[in-house]
């Protein structure tokens, strides 16, 4: 039984998430926050294996939680709850030490996907995310770390596609040549970068600002 805290201002949206979980029969819904403050109280009783939290609340937000959270529980995985208007808080998560998002539009697969993947691999980005995120070169050397500036350009324009959410065969018929060859440059990147996976290097990518969301 994995147990879970749902921290989330909108009352009606956590009795019908805690419903939904629950009846899997996988799930324990152990507390509810409706603010970060609260979340924070309800850890020094009881600490949860996921916290689900929100990025807008009242009192003190989900940037806020994530950031204490992060250094009092460092076990304790995260996993955003986000909506479209979100992204430019991305960044900041990240920064918090946040490694799962998920968009609160999501379908119920996709959020027992994400509470595996968390669960197992430690992080979990949504592809419909993904698919809003665009490359961007940094001309600041300065936000850019010295794994960033050992990436060729090759392997800078296949980390875009990455980020765009392509798989190698569309990433190969991109660049004209093979999916073997994307991923020996894929394994190239996640060396130089010192990712585990795929996701630990999107996360890289953007904590770093390589890549920017779109809003557009």
Do not use: W
């Amino acid at each position: 039984m994995i147990n879970i805290i749902i921290a989330d201002d909108h009352r009606i949206f956590r009795e019908g998430l805690k419903e939904l979980l629950q009846a899997s029969g996988k799930y324990e819904i152990i507390a509810e926050a409706a603010n970060g403050l609260e979340l924070i109280e309800k850890l020094a009783i009881k600490l949860p294996d996921i916290i689900l939290l929100d990025i807008s609340m009242p009192v003190m937000d989900g940037h806020q939680a994530a950031q204490i959270i992060s250094n009092k529980y460092p076990d304790v995985h995260m996993l955003v709850l986000s909506s479209y208007g979100d992204e430019t808080s991305y960044y900041k998560m990240i920064e918090a030490g946040v490694k799962g998002f998920i968009l609160k539009e999501s379908s119920s697969s996709e959020l027992e996907m994400a509470l595996v993947e968390i669960c197992q691999n430690g992080s979990y980005f949504s592809q419909e995310l993904l698919r809003r995120i665009i490359f961007k070169s940094d001309d600041k050397a300065k936000s850019v770390s010295k794994f960033v500036n050992d990436l060729s350009k090759r392997e800078m324009e296949i980390l875009k596609y990455i980020c765009e959410g392509l798989s190698n065969d569309e990433i190969g018929l991109k660049l004209f040549i093979s999916p073997r060859t994307v991923e020996i440059h894929k394994a190239h990147i996640l060396e130089k970068t010192h990712s585990k996976n795929t996701i630990n290097m999107i996360l890289y990518a953007i904590k770093h600002k390589i890549v920017e969301i779109n809003l557009g």
